[in-house]
């Protein structure tokens, strides 16, 4: 099993920043791949950026150019997105999620945390 463990979050003004982090600690071997998706208020969870452990990402439209997601595969898998010009429209609640690279029908979830963007 994995588990992550998320940090970072909170309240800040449209144009701000915010840095979330996840740990991922268990079976790391089981990952490969980490990412952020975010889930609004009545809306479906969205992939927000993902990361591979070559370094390769990926990341929403939505979020290009504002979003830098980075991974720190020294330190428990960490992997951490830094969010830039943040708009009231990245209020969500976002979670760290990573794929089991044996059984991709298995993904690993954090438990969320709250990012809120006033205008």
């Known amino acids: 099993q994995v588990q992550l463990l998320e940090s970072g979050g909170g309240l800040t003004q449209a144009g701000g920043s915010l840095r979330l982090s996840c740990a991922a600690s268990g079976t790391i071997l089981r990952i490969e791949r980490m990412g952020w998706y975010r889930q609004a208020p009545g809306k479906q969870r969205e992939l927000v950026a993902a990361?591979?452990?070559?370094?390769?990402?990926?990341y929403a439209d939505s979020v290009k150019g504002r979003f830098t997601i980075s991974r720190d595969n020294a330190k428990n898998n960490m992997v951490h997105l830094q969010m830039n010009s943040l708009k009231p429209e990245d209020t969500a609640v976002y979670y760290c999620?990573?794929?089991?690279?044996?059984?991709?029908?298995?993904?690993?979830w954090g438990q969320g945390t709250q990012v809120t963007v006033s205008s």
């Open positions: 999620n990573a794929p089991d690279r044996w059984d991709m029908r298995i993904h690993y």
């Open positions: 990361i591979d452990r070559g370094g390769s990402t990926n």
